[in-house]
């Protein structure tokens, strides 16, 4: 590490910034911090920032606020993890949540209606891209091959829950990793009762508001229901922002009902056009849960539950299990069960590219019975949208050939759809 170490207000500073200025995804926050940390203040070095990566790449949840945080620890212990990692968050999260005010209060005004119609389209084009992307890092193999097109037949055709899809992976990861090798360097003891103790203490953090809310207002509550829901995420959503979504529009949109498919789409897109990490998405959920439910005074509590049942995991892992750091990224059996759930995500997320095609193109879709417990999407082809199907072919190409940049893409998309409806096409 370098010796340039900053005191906690230029950490706080520095923080804020990137809070302010980190859009583009967890790629274009991970470039901004390794610029802002590394390049330009030399607080940390190459290797350490790498190491710091590597670690976070393993962990459920947003790897790019959890990097944050572990940098902050490094610099300036559970203070700086704690600074660094909430103004990570906190900026994005108070825009999204005024444009989740915004949406809910005027989304049936013809011009905002038209400017999601567009983004809808952007959206579809961003998960086709992030499939392909994965793809190329995960597929390696004839097991990855296997494991990803089993993953994805058992999210589409039998609907099975998105946990058990990442345990049945992880654990053939697990069974069919390479013996560890032997003679490596011995790794440094980290403190047992150490992480035990960070462990306890974030856990409780975390699981506060949720359990509060469970026995003030029952196991029924939105407000609780949300808190489980995000907070079972915290522990299951290995592979980023998208696949998260499909955990979330399994549940949120399909299950509980808390919003539509559109409106889930229309969330990604106010996320993918804000600072801070895409799933600040989960506080648009748990807005629109709330205002469902019960109005402004609901939403901005289901907002609220829902951002800090999925950014506040981060603490527990970094705090407890950075010290582990090395010691994991040497573990065989480790590098095996990620290396499967890679494979798990691109056929969750090529369920969620299929599923959000459906709701993007067609105006009705119904789920068609196979026999045997299985069913298949069923659009309507009488519904099919040919003004989205011409958008979403313009955004896949505009980011795919011309590597447009995600703001710039979702704000044309957005232009799109009201030139189209100013020209009565939609």
């Not at 010796?3 to 302010?20: M, V």
């Not at 961003?126 to 190329?136: E, G, K, P, S, T």
């Not at 050939?401 to 096409?425: D, N, P």
Request: charged share 10%.
């Amino acid at each position: 590490m370098s010796d340039a170490k900053p005191n906690i207000g230029e950490l706080t500073r520095a923080s804020l910034k990137i809070g302010c200025l980190g859009f583009g995804g967890p790629a274009g926050q991970i470039a901004l911090m390794h610029r802002i940390f590394v390049d330009e203040k030399k607080w940390i070095d190459e290797a350490r920032y790498l190491h710091a990566l590597n670690f976070c790449t393993l962990l459920p949840g947003p790897e790019a606020q959890q990097l944050a945080t572990y940098v902050g620890w490094l610099l300036h212990g559970v203070r700086g993890g704690v600074v660094a990692g909430l103004l990570f968050v906190l900026p994005g999260a108070l825009v999204v949540l005024a444009l989740s005010w915004l949406y809910a209060a005027a989304y049936n005004a013809p011009l905002v209606a038209a400017a999601f119609f567009g983004i809808k389209a952007a959206v579809l084009a961003l998960v086709v891209d992030a499939m392909i992307r994965i793809a190329r890092r995960a597929l390696k193999s004839s097991i990855s091959w296997v494991i990803a097109v089993t993953s994805f037949a058992a999210l589409f055709l039998a609907q099975t829950p998105f946990p058990i899809v990442i345990a049945a992976a992880a654990a053939i990861g697990l069974f069919m990793a390479s013996p560890e090798q032997k003679h490596q360097a011995p790794m440094p003891s980290p403190s047992a009762r150490g992480s035990l103790g960070a462990a306890a203490l974030w856990s409780l953090v975390w699981l506060a508001p949720p359990a509060l809310a469970f026995a003030l207002l029952g196991p029924a509550h939105v407000l609780t229901e949300i808190g489980a829901l995000f907070s079972s995420l915290a522990v299951v959503t290995f592979g980023g922002a998208y696949a998260t979504l499909a955990y979330v529009q399994q549940q949120a949109v399909d299950a509980e009902g808390w919003l539509t498919a559109a409106q889930m789409i229309d969330g990604l897109g106010l996320a993918e056009t804000t600072p801070g990490p895409l799933v600040l998405v989960n506080q648009f959920v748990g807005f629109l849960a709330g205002w469902r439910e019960g109005g402004a005074g609901l939403a901005l509590a289901g907002a609220a539950m829902a951002s800090w049942c999925t950014f506040s995991p981060s603490f527990v892992w970094i705090f407890a299990g950075a010290p582990y750091a090395e010691r994991l990224r040497a573990s065989a059996r480790a590098r095996g069960a990620l290396g499967a759930i890679s494979a798990a995500v691109l056929g969750i997320i090529a369920n969620l590219a299929v599923w959000f095609s459906a709701h993007v193109l067609f105006a009705n879709v119904s789920r068609a019975p196979l026999g045997g417990g299985l069913s298949i999407l069923a659009p309507d082809w009488a519904s099919y949208n040919a003004a989205a199907g011409v958008l979403a072919v313009c955004a896949l190409i505009a980011l795919l050939r011309f590597k447009v940049g995600v703001v710039w893409l979702v704000l044309a998309a957005a232009a799109g759809g009201v030139a189209l409806s100013t020209a009565g096409a939609i």
